[in-house]
């Protein structure tokens, strides 16, 4: 508004259409614009005009049907997991009502809704020292009497703590743990 509004006042002190083009950088034809605009409805008509703009993509219905699927349990509405995640909600949403949302469209339907998106936090249960002990000797001893020929695998090599959790999830290039074991072999 300010901008346009100085454009009028520096044509009202003499300057032409191609100078105050040149010290907005904007073009002549947006400068006989304003002038237009301010000959026929005076200083408001310097103010944006009411705009339809892009449609919502979430209407009513669908931001109803999100607010129902994140009170209710995924399982509930056939789905194979215990959480809601924006994209099994899109893909719902474009199955059930036919509404092809984006997950990223999705993510800021919650916020509107007053909800929040969260990680869940998982936490290891207590273990039991002597029940870990008598596990991993069962183990130690299942490991010394396989053969040579037999391939040892191990479901989480974090329970036992040979190696960090960090270090079991991270390969350097060559395959092999990137952080030393305890006994200082890779």
């Given at each position: 508004m300010a901008v346009r509004a100085h454009i009028v006042l520096l044509s009202s002190r003499g300057y032409s259409a191609s100078q105050i083009a040149k010290i907005h950088?904007?073009?002549?034809?947006?400068?006989?614009?304003?002038?237009?605009?301010?000959?026929?409805e005076g200083p408001s008509g310097l103010y944006d005009r009411d705009r339809d703009g892009r449609p919502k993509k979430i209407t009513d219905e669908v931001e109803e049907?999100?607010?129902?699927?994140?009170?209710?349990?995924?399982?509930?509405?056939g789905e194979n997991a215990i959480r809601w995640t924006t994209g099994r909600i899109a893909e719902h949403l474009d199955r059930e009502l036919g509404?092809?949302?984006?997950?990223?469209?999705?993510?800021d339907a919650p916020g509107r809704l007053e909800y929040s998106w969260t990680r869940p936090r998982r936490e290891l249960p207590?273990?039991?020292?002597?029940?870990?002990?008598?596990?991993?000797?069962?183990?130690?001893?299942?490991v010394a009497e396989a053969d040579e020929e037999t391939s040892v695998l191990v479901e989480d090599e974090t329970i036992l703590g040979a190696v960090s959790s960090a270090s079991a999830h991270v390969?350097?290039?060559?395959?092999?743990?990137?952080?030393?074991?305890?006994?200082?072999k890779r």
């Open positions: 950088d904007v073009t002549g034809p947006m400068v006989y614009k304003w002038f237009d605009r301010f000959d026929e049907e999100i607010e129902r699927l994140l009170e209710g349990d995924p399982t509930e509405e509404a092809n949302v984006h997950p990223e469209t999705v993510r207590p273990t039991d020292p002597e029940a870990y002990r008598k596990r991993l000797a069962a183990i130690v001893e299942a390969a350097t290039r060559g395959g092999a743990a990137g952080r030393q074991s305890p006994r200082g």
